[in-house]
Structures are given as structure tokens and as C-alpha cells.
């Protein structure tokens, strides 16, 4: 099937480098082959196409090369820069690795203004409702909920497939991209947090109890956080600050890129699907539009919380709250409306026997219906 980021990267081939970050095994290498009938691939894991990269020797009357893995090489930056500078394009070059390409956009070294930055996402109820032949809203919903969108796992739609995939998944990131991206060998206390991790969604997370838990000291379970992050493993989302009186500044929240991985009832579920479904748009606004977008989470000091806030371009554009089975308004949309008067009120319930609409900005809907349609763009003004 097709994926969502074709249509806009094929558009940007002739300008500039491509590079496509995401979770392993969330569609990179194949969404890149989709991109022209002619091209050519390496693998920079591979010793043979490493040779072949190295010493630049790929055809250069082929219309596309796709370059995996690049990250690994020593000063690939640089090396790119010289390749893109010198050769040009055509060939386009799309770049593709497991470890956060787009940081560089953090630190403005020498590919800056020679790039567009991708983040593919696994797949979700929207992308699916698009593109999937024989879409079933019910079916597809209940899949993601324990399987997550991984495509190889979600294609086979069987539970003890997925067990057997997400051991192998994880046993590549912990002991090789671990090893050989971020050189950390405790590899035990890193499965632990992420087991930890499991039974937390939805919760603050404090780096000192988690810590205590773990038997290692705050800073080290902080780089590990922070390691897990960008090899896409989990993603955070902070606390929204401006205006919420006695707001919690600093404890954060983890969701994880595969749902298949959250330990919980299936409102932890839920709230883990919506968490990824909101970072993937908010994600595609950026880098297809270039809106400045963020995810976060309200919550005082004295328990009032909201699950997410969406804001776009500083904005405040959207509270949303995520419950299994509860169709009554949670009151925490008027508590919170005082400091954020004026924007939209989702409420999404994953067994909803009727919709409800309280006023022009606050609604009760299906979660998976809602999901599949998800549009978080601001209203246009007159």
C-alpha cells in the first residue's frame, strides 16, 4: 500500500538530500524504493555496499540512490555535504536510518539549507483509512490496540506473531544500534527501564524513583531516556506551562512508537494509540508544512489533568482526553477552559455508544472513528 510522506518527498527528490528517520522496521527502506522504478540501494551494514560508498562508486546515471544506514559512518555528514556540493542531483539521494536524522537541525553544521527531514511513523487508523484496500474501521482498531502498527506485524494480524517479531525487534536496538550507536553496555539495566516503562503510560515519570528502581544513579537513567528517544523507541511529552496555575513544570510523560508494547488495560492502550496518532500528524505538519508544533499534557499540582494539549505555531489549539468507556464530559475541560478559554474539547471514548456535541467547541466521539480522520490544522480565520 501506499504511504502517507510519498506524494511530498517524490516533490522535494529534484531539490534537495532526503533523509527519512524512524522507528526500525517502520516502512523507511520501503517507502524509499517506492520512490522511482529506478534506483540504487546500500546498506551501509553491509560490507560490500559500504565499500561501494565509501570509495562513491554507485552509477550515477541511475535516477535515485538510496543511502541506509549512513549514520554509522564516521563524519557522514560531511561526507554527504561534499557528495551533494561536487555531484548534485540528479542522482537524488534519499537518506534513511533508525537514529534521529533530524537533529542536525538542532545544531546548524554543514548540511543545513541541503536537506528535507522525513520522520516516518509505523502505521495508524488515518493512514490506514487512506490507503489500505478493504479498510476496516472495527478490525483495524482492535489490531493496533494490541499489536501496534509496525507493518509486518499488523499485516499478519496474529497476536503470537507479534510476541515473536517485538522479541527480535528489540533484541536489534538493544544489541546493535546500542552498541554501536550510543556505546552504552549496560544493556540488562536498559531492558529494565523499558519494562518499567510498560506499566507507566500515562503517568509522570520521576528520574529519581525511577532510579530507586532500578539501582542506578538519576543521571543514568536520564541518558538512557534520552537514548531510547532517539533511536525511537519511545517519545516524550512534556507538561504545558503558560497560564496553569500551580502546573507541574518538569516530571514528563513516555509513550511508546510500537502500542503492541504497553502492559495495561485497554484504556492505558488507548491512551498510548492516541498519544502516537497525535504525534504522527503533528510530526507530518512540520515537516511537510513547516508548522511549529508541539504535544503536551495539562496537570496541576493538585490532580487536575487533561491527557493532551496540541499546540500549533505557539498556539493552543486542542485538549483532548482519552477514557475507555466513560460518556460523561470530563470536568476537567471547564477547570482548565478558565486558562485556555477558546479552543476545541475532544473527548475520546473507545466504546461510545452515541456521540455527543456539548457546544461549537466541545464533543464526545468515538476514538477510532475520530482517529481515522484526525485533522488538527487550525481553523482557517477570515
Given at each position: 500500500?501506499?504511504?502517507?510522506l ?23 527502506t ?5 520512490l522511482?522504478?529506478?534506483y ?13 560508498i565509501e ?30 556540493d561536487v ?88 544489541k ?52 531510547l528517544?532517539?533511536l525511537?523507541?519511545?517519545f ?13 513544570l ?49 496537570r ?10 496540541v ?48 457546544d ?18 487550525l481553523?482557517?480565520?477570515?
Open positions: 500500500m501506499e504511504r502517507y510519498i506524494k511530498q518527498m517524490i516533490e522535494d527528490l529534484p531539490k534537495k538530500i532526503v533523509l527519512i528517520s524512524g522507528p526500525r522496521q517502520s516502512g523507511k520501503t517507502i524509499s524504493k517506492m522511482s522504478e529506478s540504487e540501494y546500500l546498506n551501509y551494514d553491509y560490507d560490500a555496499h559500504r565499500t561501494i570509495k562513491k562508486e554507485w552509477d550515477r546515471d541511475t535516477s535515485l540512490v538510496i543511502l541506509d544506514e549512513l549514520h554509522k559512518m564516521p563524519q557522514w555528514k560531511r561526507w554527504l555535504k561534499g557528495i551533494y555531484d548534485g542531483i540528479p542522482p537524488s539521494l534519499v537518506v534513511t536510518g533508525s537514529a534521529k536524522l533530524d537533529t542536525f537541525r538542532k545544531v546548524g553544521d554543514s548540511l543545513a539549507g541541503r536537506f528535507f527531514a522525513f520522520r516516518l511513523h509505523p502505521l495508524d487508523l488515518k493512514e490506514l483509512n487512506k490507503f489500505a484496500p478493504k479498510f476496516n474501521l472495527q478490525k483495524s482498531f482492535e489490531t493496533l490496540l494490541q499489536i501496534g502498527g509496525f507493518p509486518g506485524p499488523y499485516l499478519d494480524g496474529t497476536l503470537e506473531n507479534y510476541k515473536r517479531w517485538r522479541g527480535t525487534h528489540l533484541d536489534i536496538i538493544l546493535q544500534d546500542l552498541i554501536t550507536l550510543e556505546k552504552i553496555s549496560n544493556i540488562t539495566g536498559i531492558e529494565n527501564l523499558i519494562r518499567l516503562l510498560r506499566t507507566r503510560i500515562g503517568s509522570t515519570i520521576s528520574h529519581n524513583n525511577l532510579a530507586s528502581d532500578l539501582g542506578v544513579d538519576p543521571k543514568t537513567v536520564k541518558n538512557w531516556l534520552d537514548v528517544e532517539r525511537y523507541v519511545i516524550k511529552v512534556t507538561p504545558y506551562s503558560k497560564k496553569i496555575k500551580d502546573s507541574i518538569k516530571a514528563p510523560k513516555y509513550y511508546f512508537y510500537d502500542n503492541g508494547q504497553v502492559e495495561g488495560d485497554n484504556g492505558v492502550r488507548l491512551e498510548n494509540l492516541v498519544a502516537c496518532a497525535l504525534l504522527k500528524e503533528l510530526h507530518f505538519l512540520h515537516d511537510v508544512h513547516g508548522e511549529d508544533v508541539d504535544l503536551h499534557f495539562l496541576t499540582k493538585r490532580g487536575e489533568e487533561i491527557d493532551f494539549l499546540t500549533i505555531n505557539n498556539r493552543p489549539s486542542m485538549m483532548i482526553e482519552v477514557k475507555w468507556a466513560d460518556d460523561t464530559f470530563s470536568s476537567k475541560f471547564n477547570f482548565f477552559d478558565r486558562f485556555i478559554p477558546g479552543i476545541r474539547k475532544i473527548q475520546l471514548v473507545g466504546e461510545l455508544k452515541k456521540e455527543k456535541t456539548l461549537n467547541l466541545t464533543e464526545m466521539r468515538s476514538a477510532a472513528k475520530w482517529l481515522s480522520t484526525l485533522d488538527l490544522k481553523p482557517q480565520r477570515g
